[in-house]
């Protein structure tokens, strides 16, 4: 068990609606990054937040948000969804700054499915 | 060319079988390496942590930076059914005010029993 946690596990939802999904990161981490994975792409960046600031930012859409709150759990929300959005999202965490010195540590993932 | 190239697989093998998984890559930046496993259904759980050139060991995992050679290898032995898992590399780098990292495709190992 990597201490992240991701909820919900399944998602299924109809074209143009919105979802959140939430992460809680590992206790003592202050960093918070979104992927997606698809079969295609591989693990894609999203997005990374540190102690409530958006730090860094990868091949997120503009539909797409995300933010992190003060007990650091972190939401991200996806509107306007299309059938191409369907992946699995995951959200990793770390202690520092920055993924050098600082591997990464993921949850399951949501697994998201427009239809 | 992408940054990181892992070979695309899937790969089968016989239980007890020596497994080597690579990745190369192009940028000299980068000096943090990684390999992560993902079995099915779940998320990425970091394997090997290994940082500049050289080999570490952990058990019956090795992981191998060669940085002169822009190439990075993992060798699993005595492999298991329960190594059954996708493999992604992964390597970083510090841009000064943040890191980058980036991740492989992966590649699907099989270990048959």
């Known amino acids: 068990d990597s201490g992240v946690t991701q909820t919900p596990k399944h998602l299924i939802t109809a074209t143009g609606q919105r979802v959140t999904l939430r992460c809680s990161p590992r206790?003592?981490?202050?960093?918070v990054y979104w992927y997606q994975q698809s079969l295609d792409q591989g693990l894609q960046f999203l997005i990374q937040?540190?102690?409530?600031?958006?730090?860094a930012k990868g091949n997120i859409l503009e539909r797409f948000s995300a933010q992190q709150f003060p007990d650091l759990h972190s939401e991200l929300n996806l509107s306007s969804l299309e059938l191409g959005d369907s992946a699995l999202y995951f959200c990793?965490?770390?202690?520092?700054?920055?993924?050098?010195?600082?591997?990464?540590?993921f949850g399951n993932g949501t697994r998201l499915t427009v239809t | 060319q992408k940054e990181v190239e892992q070979d695309p697989g899937p790969l089968s093998v016989p239980e007890g079988a020596i497994v080597s998984l690579n990745c190369t890559y192009s940028?000299?930046?980068?000096?943090?390496f990684m390999w992560y496993r993902q079995y099915s259904r779940k998320g990425p759980e970091l394997l090997m942590y290994t940082y500049s050139s050289g080999n570490k060991e952990d058990g019956r995992f090795t992981a191998q930076v060669d940085k002169s050679s822009k190439y990075i290898s993992l060798f699993i032995r005595d492999s298991q059914p329960s190594d059954s898992a996708t493999y992604l590399c992964a390597m970083s780098y510090y841009t000064g005010a943040n890191s980058k990292l980036t991740f492989g495709k992966g590649i699907t190992l099989s270990v048959r029993p």
């Open positions: 206790s003592g981490d202050l960093s």
């Open positions: 937040y540190y102690n409530g600031e958006e730090r």
């Open positions: 940028n000299s930046a980068f000096q943090y």
């Open positions: 990793a965490s770390s202690v520092g700054l920055g993924t050098g010195d600082s591997p990464l540590h």
